[in-house]
C-alpha cells in the first residue's frame, strides 16, 4: 500500500486546496461579469491560478486581451523553470511531456520536487490530474454559488492555498533540511526583487534559478 506521500495521496492534498480556492475564482469571475464559459475556459486551458485571478481583474478594469496576455505571459515565466528542474527526473514515455508540463503548478512542483529519487511520468500524471479536477470543479462551483457566498467567506478561502502549501513543502523539510537554506534564500531574494519593483513574474524567474546556482557551486549543498 502507498502511503499518504504517494501521488495519489499528493494529489488528493492539491485537489481539496485548490478547490477552495477555484471558489473563489469562479465567483470573483461571476462579480467580473465574465460569462460561466469564460470564467471555466480560463481553469480549463489556463491553470495558473495567480495569473487567472489577476487576468479576471485587468479584464473588470477594462484592459484589452494583449495586455492581459502579456501580463499573464510574464507572471507564467517561472513555469519554463519548475518544469526544467523536473525533466531530467522524468521516466517512462507513457505520457507526453508537453502534458505533464501544462499541469506543473507551484503545488504540483514542491510536492514533485521535494521527493527523492526518480519520478514515474504516470505518478506525476495521477498527481496532475488529481490537482486539475480540483481547479476545475473548483471554478464552476465558485461561479454557481457566487451569488449566494458572503465576500468574507470568499476571501477567507484563500488561506487554503496557504495551509496547503506548508502542508506539502514541511515533510520534506522534516526528512531533508538542507531544503531550507536555498529555500529561504530564495524567498528573501524574491521579496527583494519586488520590493525594487520588480513583477512578480520576473522576480520569481530571477529568484529561482539564481538561488539554485549559487547553492550548486558547494555541493555539501545539495546533500539531503
Known amino acids: 500500500m502507498r502511503s499518504a506521500r504517494g501521488p495519489a495521496g499528493v494529489g488528493f492534498t492539491i485537489l481539496f486546496g485548490y478547490f477552495f480556492i477555484a471558489v473563489a475564482f469562479g465567483a470573483g469571475g461571476r462579480a467580473a461579469g465574465l460569462p460561466v464559459s469564460a470564467t471555466a475556459g480560463f481553469s480549463v486551458f489556463v491553470f495558473a491560478g495567480a495569473s487567472q485571478f489577476m487576468a479576471v481583474s485587468l479584464l ?3 484592459a484589452g486581451a494583449v495586455a492581459v496576455t502579456l501580463a499573464t505571459l510574464v507572471l507564467n515565466l517561472r513555469h519554463i523553470v519548475m518544469s526544467l528542474a ?3 527526473r522524468i521516466r517512462g514515455a507513457r505520457v507526453p511531456r508537453a502534458v505533464l508540463a501544462f499541469g506543473i ?3 504540483v512542483f514542491a510536492a514533485t520536487a521535494s521527493r527523492p529519487g526518480e519520478i514515474r511520468d504516470t505518478d506525476l500524471l495521477v498527481t496532475e490530474l488529481l490537482a486539475y479536477a480540483g ?6 462551483v465558485g461561479y454557481l454559488i457566487g451569488g449566494i457566498l458572503p465576500p468574507s467567506l470568499e476571501r477567507a478561502m484563500g488561506i487554503a492555498l496557504y495551509a496547503m502549501f506548508v502542508a506539502l513543502i514541511v ?5 531533508s533540511p538542507a531544503y531550507l537554506a536555498p529555500m529561504l534564500a530564495a524567498g528573501i531574494l524574491n521579496w527583494g526583487l519586488q520590493s525594487l519593483g520588480v513583477p512578480v513574474g520576473i522576480a520569481l524567474l530571477i529568484s529561482i534559478p539564481v538561488t539554485a546556482a549559487l547553492f550548486a557551486i558547494d555541493p555539501r549543498w545539495s546533500r539531503a
Open 171 to 175: 515533510p520534506a523539510l522534516r526528512s
Open 135 to 140: 481547479w476545475v470543479g473548483g471554478t464552476v
Open 60 to 62: 473588470a478594469q477594462g
Open 86 to 88: 523536473l525533466r531530467d
Open 105 to 107: 503548478t507551484d503545488e
